[in-house]
């Protein structure tokens, strides 16, 4: 089955970029969201498996809240994707980690790669070095 996937950006190119990226890895981009509000819609209508979550949205710096609620109440997988890593310190309870912004096509495909192997419980050996892990 292919994994789900919800990209939270409110930059335009940067979400259409990483849509391409994704579908040609095979995954379904199943919506993008400018702002928290409409991210939160898609969740609540379509199964998303794993959200790439940007910090600043268009409603905001509502992105680090977002991402805590999509993993802790709705069961999402959540990597964070932005150019301030440092603005979520210690990391998010219930999130993998941050892939610092920007970024290229084989360090997004890693750590989806192994954001998804660790949601669907397979073994990981370690995870891509351009991934900043929480603890």
Do not use: C, W
């Amino acid at each position: 089955m292919t994994a789900r996937i919800l990209i939270i950006e409110d930059e335009a190119l940067v979400a259409m970029e990483l849509r391409f990226v994704l579908e040609d890895l095979g995954y379904e981009v199943v919506a993008a969201a400018a702002d928290a509000r409409t991210a939160r819609d898609v969740v609540r209508e379509t199964e998303v498996d794993l959200a790439l979550v940007d910090i600043h949205l268009s409603d905001g710096p509502t992105g680090v809240e977002l991402g805590r609620d999509l993993a802790q109440e709705e069961g999402v997988t959540v990597l964070y994707m932005t150019a301030n890593p440092g603005m979520l310190g210690q990391g998010v309870a219930g999130t993998i980690g941050v892939l610092s912004k920007p970024t290229d096509e084989q360090a997004v495909q890693s750590a989806v790669e192994y954001a998804l192997s660790r949601r669907e419980g397979r073994p990981v050996e370690y995870a891509p070095p351009q991934l900043q892990l929480f603890a």
